[in-house]
C-alpha cells in the first residue's frame, strides 16, 4: 500500500478515515444538508442529491448561519455525518460544528486537495497529528 502524506493545520482533533466527496462549492449545512437524512438537498449545490454520511467531506469552506453548527450537530446525533472534514479554509460556523460534535477538520493543506484527491479516494484524516492521507491500496 502506497500513501501521500499531506501537512495541514488542526481545527478539530481526531481521526478518521473514508472515501473522498469533493465540493468546490461552499456548503451552508443550514438549507443545503438535511439534518435527518445527510443528503445534500440543495438543487443548485455541486453535490446535490449526495449523502455526506461517514464521508470526507472536501469543501472550500462553510457559509451562511450560524445555525449550521447546530446542524452539523444534529448530523452527528442522527449517525449521519461525515466521517470527517477538509476545508481550503475554514471558518467559524464549520469549527464550532465540528468541535461540539467530534467531527475532525482540517484546513490549510500542504498541497490544493482539489488537485490531489477525486471523488471515491480514500482518505485517512489525522487532525490531532495535522496530516491527512491519500492511500492508495
Same mark, same amino acid.
Do not use: W
Given at each position: ?19 473522498? =466527496? ?10 443545503? &444538508? ?22 470526507? =467531506? ?8 450560524? &445555525? ?6 444534529? =448530523? ?29 477538520? &482540517? ?17 485517512? &484524516? ?12
Amino acid at each position: 500500500m502506497v500513501t501521500i502524506k499531506i501537512e495541514c493545520r488542526t481545527i478539530a482533533r481526531g481521526v478518521a478515515e473514508g472515501e473522498v =466527496l469533493l465540493s468546490e462549492d461552499a456548503l451552508s449545512f443550514l438549507g443545503n &444538508v438535511d439534518p435527518k437524512t445527510g443528503v445534500v438537498v440543495d438543487p443548485g449545490h455541486a453535490i446535490y442529491g449526495e449523502c455526506i454520511k461517514d464521508r470526507i =467531506l472536501v469543501f472550500p469552506h462553510g457559509k451562511g448561519s450560524t &445555525v449550521g453548527s447546530y446542524v452539523i450537530y444534529q =448530523l452527528k446525533k442522527n449517525n449521519v455525518s461525515p466521517a470527517a472534514m477538509i476545508n481550503i479554509d475554514s471558518e467559524p460556523i464549520v469549527a464550532v460544528g465540528a468541535i461540539i460534535s467530534d467531527i475532525p477538520l &482540517v484546513d490549510r493543506l500542504d498541497k490544493d486537495p482539489f488537485t490531489i484527491f477525486k471523488n471515491g479516494d480514500r482518505v485517512k &484524516v489525522d487532525s490531532t497529528g495535522g496530516f491527512v492521507e491519500l492511500i492508495d491500496s
